[in-house]
């Protein structure tokens, strides 16, 4: 009893002494954290799963003489037990073996009675009960954002005496005082210097509104970047990058939690109307991904199983195709509903273009997408060579400064140049604007305008005064959308790329467009023209260059290809224009490509050091599994758990001693013939939960990962069964197997590690970040940069 009673006391572990062991904690397959605690309590806003499983009941026997001599405590769940830490990667194969078990379960049940059949149904309704929740919420958000966002846009401008709450347009809709020429002005809105000086004539009008719109955008700014820091860090930036590398399988808690969705919400409608280089469609992928993350808290299946809220990352089900159609069709009902545009329509820039192409015009499309793909790879290096000073020197310390610099510079350029001054969604409509009759803007300031002898269509048009003032301002427009988009994008405040990549080609196309237009009036004589151009017919139409530039940009700048013509027909509704988007933009990731590999959210993703494998990439090296595995030659034996021999102690020792995110199981040291994988996690919480819930476990109690074990002599230590978080069949490879194939095995299957055998002997691991930092060597990059920084 003596030596049982000291074995008790030794080194200190008594109940609830484990926590001093759970400070070592990370993930190797990602990266160590020097000094990560291992936190169980309600962290941020996002609770890890399986936080709602009751305390499991306490055990009996176990004690000096019990007939019950090894104590099963797993029968009961264990709270934390099959969940992970922050910044780990989820093991996918272990999450759909759960799922299929608890549907199996669910199935064999609602055979039994009623209310399991009742049970059975709504688990399988559920999903789509969630989809119907998602949409609704993120096109409700949606047009909240749109309608704040335009509002307060034109705030830098005046504000609406006769209802504080309208935009400029909406104020002047219903207005008896509107001129064809000045539909813009009203009585209703009133300029700051009306409001202040009483006129808007003059220059110390001109000053005033000057320093009115320099000062609300920066006030946005700083309430922007304020809000960021102090309440919701992760809801910086356009948050896609992030949402790839989670999807793939990586935790980072919070990151689509409640404060990020309220500060992501509140803070992108004032970064928008703060008249930054910036978009808020990336940024709206981010919130939609928190209200799915938030809603699917709701249901249990998704709530207690990760890989259930990421379907859409390796693979893609059918099931999950329809449900997502079904999301984006209850989110589109709910924005035609809300009306944000105003104009009873889906899309942000209508477009209905009334001369048809011809194939000439493919060659400027095609010149299009090469300056898409120039300006692509030309952002993409620029912007993360000034992201990752940002990260290395004091610049990155100071975000609210930073913030606030580069809004004063925007606005102080901005605001005499009327093309920058409006929001950059109203450039790229009014670039994207096939010019008629009825408009009053100088892009559309052709001489013979009102000439109608061609019946309804409009004859050919001389550039007026307008246009070339038009086409001046448009140039100096779209050199300041390329230097400040590169130090906007990746600040601390909401920022998507879409809208001012597209905004740098539609006004490439514009002017491009406005050229070959005037070519085709002055020489309708040349061969190229005279064949299907024919005398006063309206033969180029410059709208139709803006969109083929938007998309060769957006192209350049992403690398998106099929995607891209999609979302420009949901942008423009221009469905007949395939061809000469196809065109842009498979020439721009051409041109792209030829540059830089890499698109600009890839690229973020590796400048932060993401555990993301691009299922893209190829891996051509001849190298094998033993290569790259470890321990490798030189190094420390791989530290591996018997399944039979093992003290409490003795593997409290280990996890004090590593950081690993797991162990291997083996029969003995000698033999090391493999039994399985344990991970460190589910180690630390059993062994805990044993100490405090269970009577007699001491430092010196054996832990078994068999299924049997052998009669124990009287008066030892309870011994302790941990069999049920063993993981059985762990993904295995031999030594010779080339790495080609790990790659893909990786990817595929999402796993966290594997383990290298040789005859059925373990001798070594491969983890995930092993395999990052072995791409990485092999494209001659750092491979120490693969981690998450």
Known sequence: MAMWQGAMDNRGFQQGSFSSFQNSSSDEDLMDIPGSAMDFSMRDDVPPLDREVEENKSYNGGGIGSSNRIMDFLEEPIPGVGTYDDFNTIDWVREKSRDRDRHREITNKSKESTWALIHSVSDAFSGWLLMLLIGLLSGSLAGLIDISAHWMTDLKEGICTGGFWFNHEHCCWNSDHVTFEERDKCPEWNSWSQLIISTDEGAFAYIVNYFMYVLWALLFAFLAVSLVKVFAPYACGSGIPEIKTILSGFIIRGYLGKW???????????????????????????????????????????RKNEAKR????????????????????????????????????????????????????????????????????????????????????????????????????????????????????????????????????????????????????????????????????????????????????????????????????????????????????????????????????????????????????????????????????????????????????????????????????????RLNGYPFLEAKEEFAHKTLAMDVMKPRRNDPLLTVLTQDSMTVEDVETIISETTYSGFPVVVSRESQRLVGFVLRRDLIISIENARKKQDGVVSTSIIYFTEHSPPLPPYTPPTLKLRNILDLSPFTVTDLTPMEIVVDIFRKLGLRQCLVTHNGRLLGIITKKDVLKHIAQMANQDPDSILFN
Not at 294 to 302: A, R, S, T, V
Not at 399 to 419: R, S
Not at 497 to 518: D, H, K, N, T, Y
């Open 310 to 605: 990421r379907e859409v990352s390796y693979y893609f089900p059918l099931k999950t195709l329809w449900r997502s159609f079904f999301a984006a069709l209850v989110a589109a009902f709910t924005l035609r509903s809300i009306n944000p545009f105003g104009n009873s329509r889906l899309v942000l820039f209508y477009v209905e273009f009334h001369t048809p192409w011809h194939l000439f015009e493919l060659v400027p499309f095609i010149l299009l997408g090469i300056f898409g793909g120039l300006w692509g790879a030309l952002f993409i290096r620029t912007n993360i060579a000034w992201c990752r000073k940002r990260k290395t020197t004091q610049l990155g310390k100071y975000p609210v400064i930073e913030v606030l610099v580069v809004t004063a510079i925007t606005a102080v350029l901005a605001f005499p140049n009327e093309y920058t001054r409006m929001s950059t969604s109203e450039l790229i409509s009014e670039l994207f604007n096939d010019c008629g009759l009825l408009d009053s803007s100088k892009l559309c300031d052709y001489e013979n305008r009102f000439n109608t002898s061609k019946g309804g269509e409009l004859p050919d048009r001389p550039a007026g005064v307008g246009v070339y003032s038009a086409m001046w301002q448009l140039a100096l427009t779209l050199i300041l959308k390329i230097v400040i988009t590169i130090f906007t994008f990746g600040m601390k405040i909401p920022s998507g790329l879409f809208i001012p990549s597209m905004a740098v080609g539609a006004i490439a196309g514009r002017l491009l467009g406005v050229g070959m237009e005037q070519l085709a009036y002055y020489h309708q004589e040349w061969t190229i023209f005279n064949s299907w151009c024919s005398q006063g017919a309206d033969c180029i139409t410059p709208g139709l260059y803006a969109m083929v530039g938007a998309a060769a940009c957006l192209g350049g700048v992403t690398r998106m290809t099929v995607s891209l013509v999609v979302i420009m027909f949901e942008l423009t509704g221009g469905l007949e224009y395939i061809v000469p988007l196809m065109a842009a933009a498979m020439t721009s990731k051409w041109v792209a490509d030829a540059l830089g590999r890499e698109g600009i959210y890839d690229a973020h993703i």
């Open 260 to 302: 990020t969705l309220v500060i992501k919400t509140i803070t992108l409608v004032l970064a928008v109307s703060s008249g930054l280089s910036l978009g808020k469609e990336g940024p709206l992928v981010h919130v939609a991904c928190c209200c799915g993350n938030i809603l699917c808290h709701c249901f249990n299946k998704y």
